[in-house]
């Protein structure tokens, strides 16, 4: 998968609402995340809900977990959020040469 394909993978797992809630309550919880039920209490999810939109922020790279003991850690995996957002805005304001064809439409 080149990265154009990771990208979209990524973007496409927070195209939907409860998924982008739970993505940044475990932004703000940080590096520490959160157990799926400290996830539940902050947004008040039902847990199959959850479990199925967590699963594909996990599968898209967006979100890792982590066993600890009996409980599953979820936590952002930051670098991949920090790529997503450079790629997004890495051509910002560099305009278009004279001469080359406008490739965005």
Same mark, same amino acid.
């Given at each position: ?13 927070? #195209? ?8 940044? *309550?475990? *932004? ?7 157990? *799926? ?23 898209? #790279? ?6 600890? #003991?009996?409980? *599953? ?12 957002? #450079? ?19």
């Amino acid at each position: 998968m080149n990265q154009t394909q990771l990208i979209a993978r990524a973007l496409a797992s927070l #195209g939907h609402e409860a998924r982008l809630q739970i993505f940044r *309550v475990l *932004v703000k919880a940080g590096h520490n995340g959160l157990t *799926v039920s400290q996830i539940a209490a902050h947004l008040g999810l039902p847990a199959s809900t959850q479990a199925h939109h967590l699963r594909m922020l996990v599968d898209a #790279g967006m979100v890792v977990q982590t066993k600890q #003991g009996r409980e *599953v850690i979820n936590t952002v995996d930051f670098n991949r959020m920090n790529s997503v957002i #450079g790629f997004l805005s890495e051509e910002c304001c560099k305009g278009f040469a004279a001469d080359s064809a406008d490739t965005a439409a």
